[in-house]
């Protein structure tokens, strides 16, 4: 079965500077999907970037960008500018093929980061 | 972009007693899904809706407690059946296949957090 590791549960940053959330996964598989999504106090989930396994280029959306190391299984996420805004909780997700049209999304248990005025 | 509507967004109820959340996209989608998020935790996939068949409920998760409905491409119902204080969750919906967006990405409604008593 597939699993996705976030190994800091917390961290904290400054507004304005540069932070960086860890994810490691595992699979045995090669063609995937990772996602990186927020989770504010409103609970809504959004999706903050996404990744193609096979492109060895790394996703970038605005502030937000990826780190991507496919031998490693390590997809890391580096929010820069950090914007009081960005407090939030942040999951990794990991999709694979499991037949059919079924995909499967697993999540990592997620990383709260505060940014501090 | 597509919107997720869940209702209600928040509700308490006494133990033994069930719960509809109703599921609203405002654009046909492929697959809809639901997850539960315990206090604290990361998500959980209860079970994917099939239109017009019975949803596809992942270990741990049987039809009785958490039945579910999908009558068509945009709507679909979650019932949490003769309810415990160990229901108290975030309640979320999710879509893949929105037109415009890519084939593996899912999306999530707002959530319907449930209190039991």
């Known amino acids: 079965a597939q699993t996705v590791t976030q190994s800091q549960p917390e961290m904290s940053v400054q507004e304005a500077e540069t932070v960086t959330l860890s994810c490691t996964y595992d699979t045995s598989e090669n063609n995937y999907y990772l996602f990186w999504y927020k989770q504010p106090p409103s609970r809504q989930m959004i999706l903050v970037i996404r990744?193609?396994?096979?492109?060895?280029q790394n996703a970038t959306e605005n502030r937000f960008s990826v780190n991507f190391q496919k031998a490693a299984k390590s997809f890391s996420l580096k929010i820069s500018d950090s914007q009081l805004g960005d407090t939030a909780m942040y999951f990794c997700a990991f999709m694979r093929y499991s037949g059919g049209s079924n995909y499967k999304l697993t999540f990592g248990k997620g990383t709260l980061l505060t940014v501090n005025p | 972009s597509a919107v997720i509507s869940q209702k209600p967004s928040r509700d308490i109820c006494q133990r033994g007693t069930s719960l509809t959340i109703q599921c609203q996209v405002d654009?046909?989608?492929?697959?809809m899904f639901w997850y539960r998020q315990q206090p604290g935790q990361s998500l959980t996939l209860i079970a994917t809706?099939?239109?017009?068949?019975?949803?596809?409920?992942e270990s741990g998760f049987v039809i009785d407690k958490f039945p579910i409905s999908r009558p068509n491409l945009t709507f679909s119902t979650l019932t949490v059946s003769n309810m415990s204080p160990e229901d108290s969750s975030i309640y979320l919906c999710?879509?893949?296949?929105?037109?415009?967006?890519?084939?593996?990405?899912?999306?999530f409604g707002p959530g319907t957090r449930l209190t039991v008593l």
């Open positions: 654009s046909q989608v492929t697959m």
């Open positions: 990744q193609e396994a096979y492109k060895q």
């Open positions: 999710s879509v893949r296949g929105l037109a415009g967006s890519h084939t593996d990405t899912q999306y």
């Open positions: 809706a099939n239109q017009g068949s019975e949803a596809t409920y």
